[in-house]
């Protein structure tokens, strides 16, 4: 069974950075992706990173791309998100999600079989 904890939420100002963890246990080899989505009031849960544990590759939605950076330690257990610059529109509950399956929009809620608890991150203007 494959569990996941999200940690490093919190609160800042516009223009400031936060770095979100997300420990990963339970699951050998069989995780393709571990990504991190959010999700606003009223909104449904968007796809914001996603990295492939074997090969390193890593995929942004357009609206964090060149802010927010994933990356995993040499284990492969614990990926972090690090967000900079970050946004008002930022502000949303986080989660971490493991992929098994290895077809579909690696962005997709959709194709992810384990989530966290999610963790709030809110950004002030």
């Known amino acids: 069974q494959v569990q996941l904890a999200e940690f490093g939420g919190g609160s800042v100002q516009a223009g400031g950075s936060l770095r979100l963890s997300c420990a990963a246990s339970?699951?050998?080899?069989?995780?393709?992706?571990i990504g991190w989505f959010h999700q606003a009031p009223g909104k449904d849960r968007e796809g914001v990173a996603t990295?492939?544990?074997?090969?390193?590759?890593?995929y942004y939605t357009d609206s964090v791309r060149g802010r927010f950076t994933i990356s995993q330690d040499s284990a492969g257990t614990t990926v972090y998100l690090q967000m900079d610059s970050l946004k008002p529109e930022d502000s949303a509950m986080y989660y971490c999600?493991?992929?098994?399956?290895?077809?579909?929009?690696?962005?997709?809620?959709?194709?992810?079989?384990?989530w966290g608890q999610g963790t709030q991150i809110t950004v002030s203007s």
């Open positions: 339970g699951y050998g080899d069989s995780v393709n992706n």
């Open positions: 999600a493991a992929r098994i399956k290895r077809a579909g929009n690696p962005l997709d809620a959709a194709y992810y079989e384990y």
């Open positions: 990295i492939y544990l074997g090969s390193g590759d890593t």
